[in-house]
């Protein structure tokens, strides 16, 4: 049996981490600070009708225009900071399970690499014609103050009228947050129908 200090320090190790234990993964632990910090951004394209389930998008697939949504998906690593106890961690990579964001969106700019009407040429702005799923509000009043990152990713948007004829559209979304980081998504190119 091998009893050098350095085996009896492993043991020790091992034993003390059993008794105390570990901050669980699925709620952070005991933690008084838990947040996202976003470092990736994507875009789903999603058919919405009434009656069905919803279904992705997939490129040179046709849909209505009324029935198209796009979902931002702001993403990161999840971290807690700040022990309640003493001796904890400092921060911790973990999945909380009422995640907050630190950072907030200060700008978000919906474009199509296509034509959308006279008045929208390729890569002009669309937020005029971009509203919220709910339809309680259009993306320009939603982001006349810098929303936190938890409330725009919870929206679905949607067009508030359609294009001028049938066509290809493949839409770009850009993303300022306060602190200073972009991120530009792009759908993959649909047929979109009035």
Do not use: W
């Not at 022990?83 to 474009?111: H, K, M």
């Amino acid at each position: 049996m091998d009893h050098t200090p350095m085996n009896h320090t492993r043991k020790m190790l091992l034993l003390g981490g059993l008794l105390l234990g570990l901050p669980a993964c699925n709620d952070c632990g005991p933690f008084k600070q838990q947040y996202i910090d976003v470092n990736e951004a994507r875009v789903l394209t999603e058919r919405h009708r009434p009656g069905t389930s919803v279904v992705v998008v997939g490129a040179g697939e046709t849909v209505a225009a009324t029935e198209l949504r796009l979902q931002l998906l702001l993403l990161g690593p999840a971290y807690s900071a700040v022990s309640e106890r003493a001796g904890g961690f400092a921060a911790v990579a973990c999945e909380p399970a009422d995640p907050q964001y630190t950072e907030t969106v200060d700008s978000l700019r919906v474009s199509s690499r296509y034509s959308f009407d006279a008045t929208h040429p390729a890569g002009t702005s669309l937020n005029d014609l971009i509203q919220t799923d709910n339809g309680m509000s259009s993306l320009t009043d939603l982001l006349r103050t810098p929303q936190p990152v938890g409330r725009i990713r919870n929206e679905r948007l949607r067009l508030a009228q359609a294009p001028a004829s049938a066509g290809p559209q493949q839409f770009r979304v850009r993303v300022h947050l306060t602190n200073g980081e972009v991120y530009i998504v792009e759908t993959p190119v649909l047929n979109v129908t009035p």
